[in-house]
C-alpha cells in the first residue's frame, strides 16, 4: 500500500498529500514552521550569507569535496563555498557532504562509465535528505542495477 507524504508547494502555499513513490528527485524535505514537508528544490530561494569566507580545515574540507565529485557535479569551489556560507550549520553541511563523497567514493570506483556514476552520485546525494525507503523509487536507476543501488543506500544508512 502506498504511503501518502505532505507537499508543501512555495507557489501556492498549500500542502498536498502524494504517494511517496511519485515523489521525483527534485523533492526534499523541509521544516516548515516546526513541521516537515516534502518540497520541490527548485522552488527554494537562496538565504543570505550567514558566515564570511572560509578559512583552514573547513576551506579545505570544501575543496576536498569539490575536488572528488568534480566529475558528477560540475560546481567550482566558488559555488560550493556560497552555498555552504548560506547555510545555518556550515560543518554539519560539510560532514553530510563528506559522507555522501565517502559512498560515492566507495561505489563509484567500481564503474569507470561517468553515466553510472552520475547515477551513484545521485542516490547518495537523495539518501542525505529522503526517507530510506524512498530513495530507490527516486533515483529511478537506469545504468547501475537495482541491486548496487540498494548496496548504495544500505552503505549511506549505516
Not at 556560507?85 to 560515492?104: C, F, G, L, M, T
Amino acid at each position: 500500500m502506498a504511503k501518502d507524504v505532505e507537499v508543501y508547494d512555495f507557489d501556492t502555499k498549500k500542502v498536498y498529500l502524494v504517494a511517496q513513490e511519485k515523489l521525483g528527485a527534485e523533492m526534499i524535505h523541509i521544516n516548515l514552521e516546526g513541521k516537515i514537508y516534502w518540497a520541490n528544490s527548485n522552488q527554494l530561494t537562496q538565504n543570505t550569507y550567514q558566515h564570511p569566507p572560509f578559512e583552514g580545515e573547513l576551506r579545505q574540507k570544501i575543496s576536498n569535496i569539490q575536488k572528488e565529485l568534480e566529475s558528477v557535479n560540475s560546481q567550482t569551489y566558488a559555488e560550493w563555498e556560497d552555498g555552504f556560507r548560506r547555510d545555518q550549520n556550515p560543518k554539519n553541511e560539510v560532514a553530510i557532504w563528506e559522507h555522501i563523497v565517502s559512498v560515492y567514493r566507495k561505489f563509484s570506483k567500481n564503474y569507470p562509465d561517468v553515466a553510472a556514476k552520475k547515477e551513484i552520485y545521485k542516490i547518495a546525494v537523495l539518501c542525505s535528505y529522503s526517507e530510506e525507503s524512498a530513495v530507490l523509487t527516486q533515483a529511478n536507476v537506469k545504468v547501475i542495477s537495482s541491486q548496487v543501488a540498494q548496496e548504495i543506500i544500505a552503505e549511506y544508512y549505516k
